[in-house]
């Protein structure tokens, strides 16, 4: 029999998205980002994410189907992320997800965020090279770090469809939403992450000592996988503050490139504490952060020192995508997993 046909519907933040897939073999990764939208406030605004998605939603999905060159009617199943995000943005892509799924008549399956973002890993296809060496078949268990604007923890996944365990996540800010408020104070344009980057290749790493959080030993008994970024931009504030009454010209490049390094630093130093205390060789990262060049770089030394098989998935499926939620739909299906009954509705706090 063939490899399961899946449309997934992405809607958990500003992206808009929607891919299908066949099984494991990637076939449409439609997206529309309302990023622009929310430039001039410095961060994403849910009620207009919320209305951009309402706009995009039907486009996006007929270039999807287009795309792949496929007929609604064939699917075998629709999946859609229903949490966690923001609330009035899931509730678009779950309402068009069970209007699409009650007219064909097909089957639905509502997916974690979070998981979708391993199930990205799967996906095969022309033009999709990974984002370090080559990758073999994703072998589990497998530690995740998971880091985007919206979101940064850490999975341990036995089995994608029955066994993902949350060994941590950030108690404040995601790592994301850092960069985004540390460029803002360095006067950088929003999203701050590529700004902060391309910044910080001309600046000294070293130069000023910002704080990795939570990882005194005090924190280490209930945060050894959690993350705490809100006393880093704080620092990052004040150290600015102080700068500025010296009446010297702040250095951003070192500004950028410290802290850069302090939350690759702290990532990275998490992750590869969490594979070697679970015994776990193999580390996944997924998330729109896994953009930044240091955040790559240091996970590739860390885990070559540390003998972790390290993946990371083509950029455009790291960040918000629905082909991801496609595939892991695709697992569902294949794993014989009965469909969700129409009752769900968004859970913008969906445990794993
Ligand atoms: O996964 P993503 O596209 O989804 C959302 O969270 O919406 O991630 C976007 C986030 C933004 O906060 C952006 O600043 C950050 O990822 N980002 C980066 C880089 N590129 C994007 N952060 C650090 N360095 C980058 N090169
Ligand atoms: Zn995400």
Redesign the pocket.
């Known amino acids: 029999s063939q490899e399961p046909l899946v449309l997934g519907i992405e809607t958990s933040?500003?992206?808009t998205g929607v891919g299908i897939v066949r099984g494991r073999t990637l076939l449409a990764n439609a997206i529309a980002s309302s990023?622009d939208e929310h430039a001039r406030f410095g961060g994403?605004v849910p009620e207009v994410a919320a209305r951009a998605h309402l706009e995009a939603m039907t486009p996006t999905i007929e270039r999807a189907v287009a795309d792949a060159g496929v007929d609604l009617r064939d699917l075998d199943a629709i999946a859609v992320t229903c949490g966690p995000g923001l609330a009035g943005a899931l509730m678009v892509g779950v309402a068009a997800a069970k209007a699409l799924a009650i007219s064909l008549g097909k089957p639905l399956y509502a997916v974690n965020h979070l998981v979708g973002h391993v199930g990205a890993d799967l996906l095969q296809g022309e033009n999709l090279r990974s984002a370090v060496g080559e990758a073999g078949e994703l072998e589990l268990p497998t530690v995740a770090l998971l880091?985007?604007?919206?979101?940064t923890s850490l999975l341990l996944v036995r089995d994608l469809v029955s066994d993902v365990e949350m060994l941590g996540e950030t108690i404040d800010d995601?790592?994301?939403?850092a960069?985004?408020k540390v460029?803002r104070l360095l006067g950088l344009p929003?999203?701050?992450?590529?700004q902060?980057?391309r910044v910080a290749t001309g600046g000294n790493p070293n130069a000023i000592r910002f704080p990795r959080g939570l990882s005194q030993p005090k924190d280490m008994e209930k945060h050894r996988y959690d993350f705490s970024f809100s006393g880093l931009k704080t620092s990052v504030a004040r150290w600015m503050e102080k700068h500025v009454e010296t009446g010297e010209e702040v250095p951003v490049a070192d500004v950028a490139a410290s802290f850069?390094e302090a939350v690759a630093d702290v990532l990275l130093t998490k992750a590869l504490s969490a594979c070697k205390d679970l015994g776990v060789p193999r580390l996944l990262l997924g998330?729109?952060?896994v953009?930044?060049?240091r955040?790559r770089e240091l996970a590739q030394d860390r885990a070559l020192a540390a003998g972790v098989e390290l993946r990371v998935p083509p950029l455009s499926l790291?960040?918000?995508n629905g082909a991801m939620i496609a595939s892991l739909g695709a697992q569902l299906v294949a794993a014989g997993n009965a469909p969700s009954s129409l009752e769900f509705g968004a859970d913008s706090t969906l445990p794993v």
Do not use: K, L, Q
């Open positions: 933040c500003d992206e990023m994403v880091v985007s604007g919206g979101h995601a790592a994301g939403e960069f985004d460029a929003y999203p701050g992450g590529p902060i980057d850069r998330g729109g952060v953009a930044n060049a955040v790291c960040t918000d």
